[in-house]
């Protein structure tokens, strides 16, 4: 499963990147080739950019970030409430890219639509990555996410620059081939504007206007407000566009395991002793020992899966933390966890050649790496 996870996460956005370079450079690449691609870029892209904004995105702009999480300690860099509106215009420009696409000749006013859509998309993707690029040279975990993020706007810009030819090519050669008489002047008009290549980027800049009329006004029937695309960009913190200002960051208050050898029952939770946590006292237990121990381990033995494993566990336990106010629910989640107390020893005695002091020697402020013989 990891092999497939890493195939198609790591390197099928790549070859899709290449397949629809090679659909732009190479003009006897069959049609159905460059639509299937087309459609697949789009799909897979709007997966994976959801997936990646998922991960990074933990923090509302008046939430503090709380140090520690994975990936980035930044703010999401779309507004939550207003991010509906960036998805409509997004679908609208990728459903005018696919019925582009398809190679067929549309009535021409629709075709002229259709081009509106997909610059506005060009000009969409601008904004997006101008938005994300700000901080990546700040942290590499974010550059990573970052450029998987890019990705997809880059090959919606090398889809249209290919779309947009091959339509222009299509229908000039259509008008020329097929002289069929003006029903007006307005008919004629039309025609013989974009028999030109020029007429294809006048009309279609023209038409950007009630394009994006009438996507304002499906935001405000949705909720949104005129403003929402605006409103997705600026009404967050620590990003390009960015104008909120966001509460100072807060340290990691504490693995909720903590919170359950405190505050259970004794005769429960079974705590063994005092031990130390950034530089504050508390009280452990062997469930809390073990879990630590394992935890440790594997950010010596693999450093990225611990970190996936500690923003699963921060993201996850931490929210539980703030309800184990009473005995009764710290004695609940001690005994939900021993489950996992007992894997997290199995994985320890399967990896570890002093599993025992290592958990012994948690929250003492030392490591068991310093009273391990080399050699």
């Known amino acids: ?107 021409p006013l629709a075709a002229v639509i259709c081009v509106s859509g997909v610059y506005g998309g060009i000009i969409l993707g601008l904004f997006y990555i101008s938005q994300l690029a700000v901080n990546i040279l700040n942290d590499l975990n974010l550059l990573v996410a970052v450029g998987y993020l890019i990705l997809f706007p880059v090959n919606f810009f090398i889809i249209s620059a290919r779309v947009i030819r091959e339509t222009v090519l299509l229908y000039t050669a259509y008008f020329r081939e097929n002289d069929i008489e003006s029903k007006n002047r307005l008919d004629g008009f039309l025609r013989s504007s974009l028999e030109k290549a020029a007429g294809w980027v006048i009309f279609p800049l023209i038409g950007l206007i009630p394009f994006t009329g009438v996507l304002v006004c499906l935001c405000i029937l949705v909720g949104q ?28 208050e504490g693995h909720y395991l903590c919170t359950v050898a405190v505050n259970g029952h004794e005769r429960v939770v079974k705590p063994l002793r005092l031990g130390v946590r950034h530089g504050v006292v508390i009280g452990v237990n062997r469930q809390l020992c073990a879990a630590n121990a394992f935890e440790q381990l594997i950010e010596d033995k693999a450093p990225r899966l611990h970190r996936l494993v500690r923003h699963i566990y921060d993201k996850y336990g931490y929210p539980v933390s703030k309800h184990i106010t009473t005995r009764l629910r710290a004695d609940i989640v001690y005994i939900l966890m021993k489950p996992l107390e007992w894997l997290f020893v199995a994985v320890l005695y399967l990896l570890d050649r002093d599993p025992e002091s290592r958990i012994a020697m948690q929250y003492t402020g030392r490591h068991v790496r310093e009273f391990t013989l080399k050699g």
Request: charge should be neutral; charged fraction near 15%.
């Open 1 to 107: 499963m990891y092999i497939i996870f890493v195939l198609i996460c790591g390197i099928f956005p790549f070859v899709v990147t290449a397949e629809n370079i090679i659909c732009l450079v190479r003009k006897d690449t069959p049609q159905k080739k460059k639509h299937k691609w087309t459609l697949i870029t789009l799909i897979a892209g709007t997966l994976l950019s959801t997936a990646v904004l998922s991960a990074i995105s933990s923090f509302r702009w008046d939430e503090p970030v709380v140090i520690g999480e994975y990936f980035t300690e930044l703010h999401e860099p779309f507004y939550e409430k207003n991010v509906l509106s960036l998805c409509l215009f997004a679908l609208a420009a990728m459903v005018c890219l696919y019925l582009l696409d398809r190679g067929r000749v549309m009535p």
């Open 225 to 252: 407000g005129p403003f929402g695309i605006i409103r997705a960009f600026t009404n967050t913190s620590d990003w390009t566009y960015s104008t909120m200002i966001s509460p100072p960051p807060v340290e990691y």
